[in-house]
């Protein structure tokens, strides 16, 4: 279930669209606030979603496809669109939490300025798969959950824990007396990134699209891993790079 706990009030709404991420949300504790259907189709997977609606008591409205192309700024809304709130986030302790819960040694993503929203979106929906207890956002420059997000992560937002935090340098250091062992990624790291151990306790660190991981954060890592490439470019997508580390910890911890 998820822990999220939207505000009604449409003012603070966001925009989510497309079928999976509308399904997910309906099959969540998600609030939403309105739904809306392109007149004529009831094809597919819509007839899911607006059984979900009606289970739920959804409001939702049937309107002209335009209406929907004019509302997202494109046609890749494959028919849905839906208003959700923007919403609370949970607390670094509800991530620590979950792993106790399911007695499984923490696994947590600490994102230092993603300003992507795709990047974050994707991230969030690999770290689902790849058994990630909860992401750590910075409350300053830094994406939100939005809608974009939203609909990157084709629906794991509602099963990911994001804390939102004002000051990461410190939270590390709490996760540190908490026993984490705190793995930074950077084109200079000192190990390749499939020769570290991630079996313990283990906080990702990933850095900004452009600058990398900032330094009062990467001075608070245990160590910096790094990702070794033989092509010409310098480095990798964020959202890239943070997949193959978090694929790397759950080949460790799940297939060794």
Not at 29 to 48: R, T, Y
Not at 157 to 184: F, Y
Not at 198 to 225: F, H, Q
Request: charged fraction near 25%; hydrophobic fraction near 40%; proline fraction near 3%.
């Amino acid at each position: 279930m998820s822990k999220y706990n939207f505000d009604s009030n449409s003012e603070n709404s966001e925009i989510l669209y497309g079928r999976n991420p509308v399904i997910e949300a309906l099959r969540s504790e998600m609030s939403i606030n309105k739904l809306l259907i392109a007149q004529g189709d009831n094809s597919g997977s819509i007839k899911v979603i607006l059984s979900l609606a009606r289970d739920k008591q959804i409001v939702y409205q049937t309107v002209d496809r335009k209406k929907l192309d004019d509302i997202c700024g494109h046609k890749n809304h494959q028919g849905v669109v839906m208003y959700v709130s923007a919403g609370e986030y949970a607390l670094v302790e509800d991530i620590l939490n979950k792993a106790r819960e399911k007695n499984e040694n923490p696994f947590i993503l600490i994102l230092d300025e993603i300003q992507d929203p795709h990047n974050l979106g994707a991230m969030i929906r690999t770290a689902e798969a790849c058994g990630v207890h909860g992401i750590i956002i910075p409350k300053r420059r830094s994406v939100q959950l939005t809608g974009a997000v939203a609909k990157a992560s084709a629906g794991a937002l509602s099963h990911m824990l994001i804390a939102r935090v004002a000051n990461l340098p410190t939270v590390i250091d709490d996760l540190k007396k908490e026993g984490l062992w705190i793995a930074g990624t950077d084109a200079g790291g000192e190990t390749e990134f499939f020769k570290a151990d991630y079996s313990g306790p283990i906080g990702l660190v990933i850095g900004s699209e452009g600058y990398g991981i900032g330094e009062l954060v990467r001075k608070k890592c245990d160590y910096i891993i790094t990702i070794p490439m033989v092509g010409k470019v310098s480095s990798l997508n964020a959202s890239v790079a943070a997949g193959l580390v978090m694929y790397e910890v759950f080949k460790g911890r799940y297939h060794k």
